[in-house]
């Protein structure tokens, strides 16, 4: 298991792991060999401990380096990996316009550039994607939803959904597409149903508590909650449904729970969980060797996501 530190850096050979900070002066040894993998903001999740994991491995038994940076300054961080002329460098951008420049200037270096888990607007200036269809994905959690819902002859009320941003491609691509899927299967209920304002939590487990609360005791005729992936929402969904005594009225639909925990009976109906964040993280330090290296590779690389219905 990878320390959890406010930045890192991972030399992954046999011989040391050393640690320590990327800032504007700092020198990469090996650049031409090394990596730069900047990942989610939740980066003390299970889940992203196992893709970085998964990272870490495949430049270990390839031979290259990599240096993982949860900085607080990451666009520092990343200019400083083009000024060094490092081999590639993984993003998980948490809008889908950040670093638009550093991008572009990545490019007429051409120090490749791959995002993972999330995309940015313009694909051109990226070499691949690595992670879900976060649009279909999101179709399949609503038509999912919906099939549930029917199945226990559940036709109309309010629907809640909580995210951590707002303009994260994961978020926004997901939540596009539950809508969809829901309103294809649902059918001629869907008019029955409202869709309330999204709560933003920003990955702040209070605030999703505070107002999801909030939102189920104005909307005494809540039938659906969609938590959209991270430990705040999900959490937060389940602490209140929990705490008001709600398991038999509000059905929980979530994303990617690394593991699936337990105590989850009443409280999540289901999830669309990708099959594996440490073969995900391996996929992507593979993806930049081959970059790395001449060969080429799919600008889309889409990680598989299932549906898993828990026993409530």
Not at 17 to 35: G, H, P, V, Y
Not at 125 to 152: C, D, F, M, V
Not at 153 to 165: E, F, Q, V
């Amino acid at each position: 298991m990878l320390k959890k530190l406010t930045c890192m850096i991972l030399m992954t050979t046999s011989l040391f792991i050393m640690t320590a900070c990327i800032n504007e002066n700092t020198n990469i040894d090996n650049a031409e060999r090394t990596f730069l993998l900047m990942p989610l903001a939740d980066s003390n999740s299970d889940f992203n401990s196992l893709l970085l994991s998964g990272a870490e491995r495949e430049a270990e038994i390839n031979g290259w380096y990599l240096i993982i940076d949860n900085g607080d300054d990451s666009a520092t961080s990343f200019q400083n990996g083009i000024r060094n002329n490092v081999a590639g460098i993984a993003i998980s951008p948490i809008t889908p316009d950040i670093f638009s420049e550093e991008i572009e200037n990545a490019m007429e270096y051409s120090v490749p550039v791959v995002t993972f888990f999330s995309d940015i607007y313009n694909h051109e200036s990226r070499n691949a994607y690595i992670g879900p269809n976060n649009l279909e994905t999101g179709k399949e959690l609503g038509r999912r939803s919906a099939e549930y819902l029917l199945e226990r002859n559940i036709t109309s009320g309010s629907i809640a959904m909580i995210m951590s941003n707002s303009t994260q491609t994961t978020f926004t691509e997901r939540a596009e597409g539950i809508k969809k899927g829901f309103a294809e299967t649902i059918y001629e209920y869907d008019t029955n149903f409202s869709w309330l304002t999204p709560i933003v939590d920003g990955d702040n487990i209070a605030i999703s508590l505070r107002e999801f609360e909030l939102q189920m005791i104005q909307n005494p005729n809540m039938v659906a909650v969609f938590s959209l992936g991270t430990e705040a929402s999900s959490t937060g969904a389940m602490e209140v449904i929990r705490l008001l005594n709600r398991t038999a009225q509000i059905h929980h639909f979530s994303f990617d729970f690394i593991p699936i925990p337990a105590n989850t009976k009443g409280l999540v109906a289901g999830i669309m969980n990708q099959e594996n964040p440490y073969l995900m993280g391996r996929q992507i330090v593979r993806t930049m060797i081959d970059i790395a290296e001449g060969r080429s590779v799919a600008s889309e690389n889409y990680i598989e996501s299932k549906w898993i219905e828990l026993q409530n």
